[in-house]
């Protein structure tokens, strides 16, 4: 709408709290929709801004989001990174809790894996997926179960971003994350590691001999989840990126044909609820 001014609409967004004002009117003001007015209410009233404007910046491009669904935060191009780096050509890899499929997106265009699967609970979050991976399986269930039977002990890369935020720690999570994602895409139980724990316990099964492992986290949690997969055979490793702010755990399997990698009893010792988790968009 040219009668709408990219000052007033900057002096909206830092009377509405949004520390980037500037750089959201341009996004705003650049949208197809024509109606800012309508855009710029929905962004003051908290509504994240990649929702109000159908698209999320993340490791250089440009993804289609949907309102409702978890946006991909800048430090999971950390997890991406490391997903990518871990690919090598005519690799089998499967995001697992991929949201929009952000992880895979980069996997699947930096790289030249043979199959790339995708999955989500969230039936909403994989109809993005579909859109952002036209090449890719995209699966709609809970964690491994939807995967096809024939991927068993042929996965060279598995990767998830998994609800690491602890119960108790949701309410305090800034108001667009809370109120406008979905919650199971947030919470990750009592110390934020149930769902990662679960993908730790079952990746046995669909990893490659020499297969990796690799689970965003945060510094407080990396501990636990590396116990968690020395346990089940796994050799475990922390990456962390300062800049980004990510820490991805990561787990590699035998390269040994003859290995067998034991269950992990789920439930073990936990680190305190709270501590330092992702409760946080930024």
Do not use: K
Request: proline letters at 6%.
């Amino acid at each position: 709408m040219a009668s709408v001014r990219h000052q007033d609409v900057v002096d909206e967004l830092r009377a509405a709290g949004c520390v980037f004002a500037e750089d959201e009117a341009r996004i705003l003001l650049e949208a197809p929709d024509t109606d800012v007015a309508a855009l710029l209410a929905r962004r003051v009233g908290g509504e994240p801004l990649e929702h109000v404007v159908g698209w999320v910046a993340f490791a250089g491009a440009r993804l289609s989001v949907a309102p409702g669904v978890f946006v991909p935060r800048r430090r999971t191009e950390l997890l991406a990174r490391v997903a990518a780096e871990a690919t090598h050509d005519g690799a089998v890899v499967v995001e697992l809790c991929c949201g929009i499929g952000a992880v895979a997106h980069v996997v699947a265009t930096r790289r030249r894996p043979a199959r790339v699967v995708a999955v989500d609970l969230d039936p909403a979050a994989t109809a993005c997926a579909r859109v952002n991976l036209p090449q890719a399986e995209v699966l709609t269930g809970d964690l491994v179960a939807p995967l096809p039977a024939d991927l068993r002990r042929a996965v060279d890369v598995l990767v998830a971003n998994a609800p690491y935020v602890p119960t108790a720690a949701v309410e305090t999570m800034p108001r667009e994350a809370r109120d406008h994602e979905p919650r199971i895409a947030l919470d990750g139980g009592d110390d934020g590691l149930d769902i990662a724990r679960r993908i730790v316990s079952e990746a046995g099964a669909w990893l490659a001999f020499g297969g990796v492992l690799a689970i965003e986290t945060s510094s407080g949690q990396a501990p636990s989840l590396t116990t968690a997969m020395t346990a089940v055979g796994l050799h475990a490793d922390v990456v962390t990126d300062d800049d980004l702010g990510g820490v991805v755990t990561v787990g590699r399997a035998p390269r040994e044909q003859n290995r067998e990698l034991p269950s992990l009893t789920v439930g073990t010792a936990r680190p305190r609820p709270g501590a330092d988790t992702e409760a946080s968009t930024t």
